[in-house]
Antibody, heavy 122, light 107 residues
Framework: EVQLVESGGGLVQPGGSLRLSCAAS????????MDWVRQAPGKGLEWVAR??????????EYAASVKGRFTISRDDSKNSLYLQMDSLKSEDTAVYYC?????????????WGQGTLVTVSS | DIQMTQSPSTLSASVGDRVTISCRAS??????LAWYQQKPGKAPNLLIY???SLESGVPSRFSGSGSGTEFTLTISSLQPDDFATYYC?????????FGGGTKVEIK
């Protein structure tokens, strides 16, 4: 069974930093592109970042709203995905989902974690 | 950036109704479109990929159609479990973007 379990969310002050983690199981993690998608309270879905697999040099893509502040990374030996969030703003407050892209790209998001809430507030 | 526009934003329907949700892309995305269902407090769930391919395990009452810039999600006979919010998403290019969502409510 595919499982994606996020952790690391919480309350942080504006300008602060937070690191989210996602533990993956039930599939060959290294075969998939992985993404982060967020959802502000009561709002729609917003794609945040993508990291490709080793064969694509672990290259990354970011939404303009987070570029230069967030860094996505992965550790295939630990089946884990990360999101380092720096210079946090109130508008970054959201539930952050760890998401798997289907193995054949271009790919839709075929599995989602349960999400972890990040609140940026003083 | 490609903008995804869904309509309507809210839809009131009864069990057994045929429901249609539209999604328009601001430029052609070929068939690189997915549909997701989200229930309150839960993560989204993939229903349709590549515009018309049904994800494994998804009931056959869900179907998708379209290509280029115009897409449709159809629920042939609405069931109680289908009251939720639906999102379209393109994956043609970066940034990946979602539509604003369509909430399907009980009439």
């Amino acid at each position: 069974e595919v499982q994606l379990v996020e952790s690391g969310g919480g309350l942080v002050q504006p300008g602060g930093s937070l690191r989210l983690s996602c533990a993956a199981s039930g599939f060959t993690f290294s075969d998939h592109y992985m993404d982060w998608v967020r959802q502000a309270p009561g709002k729609g879905l917003e794609w945040v970042a993508r990291i490709r697999k080793k064969g694509n040099s672990y290259s990354t893509e970011y939404a303009a709203s987070v570029k230069g502040r967030f860094t996505i990374s992965r550790d295939d030996s630990k089946n884990s995905l990360y999101l380092q969030m720096d210079s946090l703003k109130s508008e970054d407050t959201a539930v952050y989902y760890c998401v798997r892209a289907a193995v054949v790209v271009p790919a839709a998001f075929d599995y989602w974690g349960q999400g972890t809430l990040v609140t940026v507030s003083s | 950036d490609i903008q995804m526009t869904q309509s309507p934003s809210t839809l009131s329907a009864s069990v057994g109704d045929r429901v249609t949700i539209s999604c328009r892309a601001s430029q052609s995305i070929s068939s690189w479109l997915a549909w997701y269902q989200q229930k309150p407090g839960k993560a989204p769930n993939l229903l349709i990929y590549k515009a018309s391919s049904l994800e494994s395990g998804v009931p056959s009452r869900f179907s998708g159609s379209g290509s280029g810039t115009e897409f449709t999600l159809t629920i042939s006979s609405l069931q109680p479990d289908d009251f939720a919010t639906y999102y379209c998403q393109h994956y043609n290019s970066y940034p990946l973007t979602f539509g604003g969502g369509t909430k399907v409510e009980i009439k």
